[in-house]
């Protein structure tokens, strides 16, 4: 299994995918689906549960009056949290009508605004309807508009929101509109003509686009830092001469700080148009903060809401120096529901729980092992010994792969969740030591190496299979796929010590 197949971040859309399309009730062909089952799930029920984990998730709304928001379109599983963040600003409001302002990732000789001319847009949730009479005025409102839906076809964009949509205002109609560049008359033009035929019509702007793509996770917090900064503006100039800047920085492997730069400013232009006074940064995150994630190469995503009546941002909690900082008995209980969490919801829904609400303690960087059991015997356990990131990070990631990825054991299975065991080793950080004299055992885990070869024991092995130092070592290298006995000549150990606590 390969948590990275599902929902890939740098995956724009799908080439070999070719569906027909089918007429809708009210008129006009209706698109059907070109990544369910690729970016979100392509059946109904785990569609919708995940979409409701999300929003159960998801921070409180902090606008009284929002507008538009800017929400991430990438596969569910790493960004579905945040773009749940950005609807949680708008939820339990009596829309009528949300236009969704798609980036423009397969038609590269779109250069005005395609709106699509169908009847809707089809998911695993059914139909949602477009709403022709607005995509009718701003035809004769905009002359940079057109009724295309080639654009359409296999653009992710605008599909990805559709199922948010369809379960959190399911009386609404959608206006899919994919804008073409970010040229200031375009958006300009655009967002005055949005106001305009919005105006007196309860409706919502959605701005779909992802951030940063594939720098360092470290140089990701940066750009996106400065691109979601620049959004609150509300002036279109602000966020490109930002955009800009950043590409004039030549920061390895950035390809982009916003691939829907485009679909922000227009929203940004009309919300300014429609009363918008300012905005807010809600949530962010990129696809290294996920327990299925990797920190060398990411992709960034940000929640905004623009609109007015902004509650007061909240000032940072101070951060509690690293030697104050220890494990609570709140952060061994969240650390472990974590965990559980992170195997019920990927079997359930595909998706897997953004870590985040945790204390500095359990977001320190430290080595991590994740011990699975049923019935006393053991079910799974793998960790890593380089803390790498954040402790909860790691917490979830290791939950995934004793789950899935022990080659000792099957696949952990749904059913089998309520029966499992779970138990979490924080390690400190490994010492060499100069020979088998120098470990304790029932303190010590030890890592055995030689001939290339090398093998891990926890500290709590030992004394839970009854083995002397002898026996252990013998295990160990048994373990690592040499003879017992091998341990005694040309071997290097490393010692540890684990914080061991468990649901038991």
Not at 244 to 269: D, F, H, V, Y
Not at 375 to 403: E, Y
Not at 409 to 420: C, T
Request: proline share 8%.
């Amino acid at each position: 299994m390969s948590f990275m197949q599902i929902g890939m971040p740098f995956v724009s859309f799908s080439l070999g995918l070719t569906v027909a399309c089918q007429a809708g009730k009210g008129g006009g062909e209706v698109r059907p689906p070109a990544v369910a089952g690729k970016f979100y799930p392509e059946s109904a029920s785990v569609l919708r549960l995940a979409i409701e984990k999300f929003m159960q998730d998801a921070l409180p709304a902090q606008a009284r009056e929002p507008l538009a928001i800017v929400v991430p379109h990438a596969g569910y599983i790493y960004s579905g949290q945040i773009c749940a963040d950005g609807y949680s600003q708008v939820r339990n409001r009596p829309y009528d009508i949300v236009v969704i302002l798609g980036t423009n990732h397969t038609a590269p000789g779109l250069r005005k605004i395609a709106l699509y001319p169908g009847g809707g847009f089809r998911t695993p949730l059914g139909t949602a309807p477009v709403d022709g009479e607005i995509v009718s005025a701003l035809l004769a409102a905009n002359p940079d508009c057109k009724a295309d839906a080639a654009p359409h076809a296999h653009e992710h964009s605008v599909e990805v929101q559709v199922p948010f949509l369809q379960v959190l205002f399911p009386k609404a109609k959608i206006v899919p509109a994919i804008v073409g560049e970010a040229d200031a008359a375009l958006f300009n033009h655009f967002g005055a003509a949005l106001a305009q035929v919005l105006k007196g019509r309860r409706a919502l702007i959605v701005a779909s686009s992802d951030l940063s793509h594939y720098p360092s996770a470290a140089d990701a917090e940066i750009v996106d830092g400065k691109t979601l900064a620049a959004i609150l503006s509300l002036d279109p100039a602000v966020l490109h001469a930002a955009i800009q800047a950043q590409a004039a920085r030549r920061i390895p492997n950035l390809s982009t700080s916003a691939c829907g730069e485009a679909p922000i400013m227009a929203a940004m232009a009309a919300a300014k148009a429609m009363g918008a006074t300012g905005g807010r940064i809600i949530s962010y995150a990129h696809s290294g903060d996920l327990p299925i994630g990797e920190q060398e190469r990411v992709v960034g995503y940000g929640a905004v809401v623009l609109g007015s009546g902004l509650e007061p941002a909240k000032e940072a909690a101070p951060v509690v120096p690293a030697v104050d900082r220890h494990l609570t008995p709140e952060d061994k209980r969240a650390l472990l529901a974590l965990a559980r969490e992170t195997i019920s919801r990927y079997l359930t829904t595909q998706m897997v729980p953004l870590p985040r609400g945790f204390s500095p303690a359990a977001m320190e960087q430290r080595g991590v092992f994740v011990t699975l059991k049923k019935h006393g015997n053991l079910r799974g356990c793998i960790g890593r010994m380089i803390p790498d990131r954040p402790l909860a990070t790691l917490v979830g990631a290791m939950a995934l792969q004793s789950a899935f990825e022990d080659p000792r054991f099957r696949h952990v299975a749904l059913e089998e969740v309520p029966k499992l065991e779970i138990e979490i080793s924080v390690l400190t950080p490994m010492k060499p030591v100069s020979g088998p004299g120098d470990i304790v055992v029932g303190r010590d885990g030890v890592l055995l190496q030689k001939g290339g070869r090398s093998a891990v024991f926890l500290p709590q092995v030992a004394p839970e299979q009854g083995w002397g130092r002898d026996e252990m070592l013998d295990q160990l290298s048994l373990k690592a796929g040499l003879p017992p006995g091998a341990w005694r000549e040309g071997a290097r150990f490393s010692t540890f010590q684990a914080l061991v606590f468990g649901e038991a």
